[in-house]
């Protein structure tokens, strides 16, 4: 039976790490770091998401800066704040909670952001860093995944990593990650014929298909890794992965748990990607 990957535990870790370090910035007479986080309207989803956002940066002694503008907002008032904030020499990091009301269009605006400020890590150029090797901020998802798999002593070279999944913030970076670390990468996506082949072969298996039970545990080789990126409502109510955990479980050596694994790490490296912003802004 596989080992659990306690994502809950990690992510402790990783926040005592920036606590610690954002008490020694205060203690060395240095600002706490600041992270901007904009909501636009009224979506009960994105609201709590925000107020998680905002209580967990107070839980690390960062300084929260709230926006919150109406449903009506425009193009033109989004664009003029995050000009602002780009300029704010005490915001070190800018977040635009997703989806914005349909009336406004969110690509230009994640561009607008600086990429010294982006601490979700999806503006072309930090994406354009990790593809040529020498990441700056990196997407939360993907490096909180990363910290799991070092976690429990991965190996990456020499292994096989398989990621389902291509999306911009999931899939593709997590590719980009591995490769960096020496593991030979395959991705796998909606148009992959033999999946099962693939997962098979597969000594690092990240799930991020967002399709519940699509990873059969039988599918699973045999002493692999297994992450579960998945976050699926079912009807019942229940969280479920991508993968049949009980299955998997019993093939695998380690595997992470939904909810209690990827889920938490996110958060937390958007606070350490927020500590990282504000010591090279300190620096440069
Ligand atoms: P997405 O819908 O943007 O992308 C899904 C990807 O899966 C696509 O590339 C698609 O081609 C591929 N796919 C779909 N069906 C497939 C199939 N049958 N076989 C192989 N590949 C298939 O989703 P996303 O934003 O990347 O998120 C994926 C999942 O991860 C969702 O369940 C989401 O809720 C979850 N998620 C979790 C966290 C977290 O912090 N735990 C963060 C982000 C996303």
Same mark, same amino acid.
């Given at each position: &039976?596989?080992?659990l990957i306690?994502?809950?535990?990690?992510?402790?870790?990783?926040?005592?790490?920036?606590?610690?370090?954002?008490?020694?910035?205060?203690?060395d007479?240095?600002r706490?770091?600041?992270?901007?986080?904009?909501l636009?309207?009224?979506?009960?989803?994105?609201?709590?998401?925000?107020r998680?956002?905002?209580?967990?940066?107070?839980?690390?002694?960062?300084a929260?800066?709230?926006?919150?503008?109406?449903? /009506?907002?425009?193009?033109?008032?989004?664009e003029?704040l995050?000009?602002?904030?780009?300029?704010?020499?005490?915001?070190? +990091?800018?977040?635009?909670?997703?989806?914005?009301?349909?009336?406004?269009?969110?690509?230009?605006?994640?561009?607008?952001?600086?990429?010294?400020? /982006?601490? /979700? +890590?999806?503006?072309?150029?930090?994406l354009?860093?990790?593809?040529?090797?020498?990441?700056?901020?990196?997407?939360?998802?993907?490096?909180?995944?990363i910290?799991?798999?070092?976690?429990?002593?991965?190996n990456?070279?020499?292994?096989?990593?398989?990621v389902?999944?291509?999306?911009?913030i999931?899939g593709?970076?997590?590719?980009?990650?591995?490769?960096?670390?020496?593991?030979?990468?395959? #991705?796998?996506?909606?148009?992959?014929?033999?999946l099962?082949?693939?997962v098979?072969?597969?000594?690092?298996?990240?799930?991020?298909?967002?399709?519940?039970?699509?990873?059969?545990?039988?599918w $699973?080789?045999?002493?692999?890794? $297994?992450?579960?990126?998945?976050?699926?409502?079912?009807d019942? +109510?229940?969280?479920?992965?991508? #993968?049949?955990f009980?299955?998997?479980?019993?093939?695998?050596a380690?595997? &992470?748990?939904?909810?209690?694994? $990827?889920?938490p790490?996110?958060?937390?490296?958007l606070?350490?990607?927020?500590?990282e912003?504000?010591?090279?802004?300190?620096?440069?």
């Amino acid at each position: &039976t596989a080992k659990l990957i306690d994502g809950r535990q990690v992510s402790a870790t990783v926040r005592e790490e920036v606590s610690a370090r954002v008490k020694k910035r205060l203690q060395d007479g240095k600002r706490a770091p600041g992270l901007a986080v904009v909501l636009v309207g009224e979506d009960p989803a994105s609201q709590i998401y925000v107020r998680n956002k905002r209580r967990d940066c107070e839980s690390v002694g960062f300084a929260s800066f709230q926006y919150d503008l109406g449903a /009506d907002a425009t193009q033109v008032q989004l664009e003029s704040l995050i000009d602002d904030l780009n300029d704010n020499p005490e915001v070190d +990091g800018i977040l635009i909670q997703l989806p914005l009301p349909p009336h406004l269009d969110a690509d230009p605006l994640l561009l607008r952001i600086h990429p010294d400020k /982006d601490v /979700d +890590g999806f503006h072309p150029y930090n994406l354009g860093r990790l593809c040529q090797r020498k990441p700056e901020l990196r997407p939360c998802t993907p490096a909180g995944i990363i910290r799991l798999l070092d976690s429990i002593g991965t190996n990456y070279k020499g292994a096989h990593a398989l990621v389902v999944g291509a999306s911009n913030i999931v899939g593709r970076p997590m590719a980009l990650e591995l490769l960096l670390k020496g593991a030979t990468i395959t #991705v796998a996506h909606r148009f992959t014929q033999d999946l099962a082949g693939y997962v098979a072969q597969a000594d690092i298996l990240v799930a991020a298909a967002g399709k519940p039970g699509l990873i059969k545990g039988e599918w $699973v080789k045999p002493g692999s890794t $297994v992450i579960d990126v998945g976050m699926n409502r079912l009807d019942s +109510g229940k969280l479920c992965g991508d #993968v049949e955990f009980d299955a998997a479980r019993e093939r695998a050596a380690w595997i &992470t748990p939904v909810p209690g694994g $990827v889920g938490p790490m996110t958060i937390a490296t958007l606070l350490q990607n927020a500590l990282e912003a504000c010591e090279r802004r300190d620096i440069g």
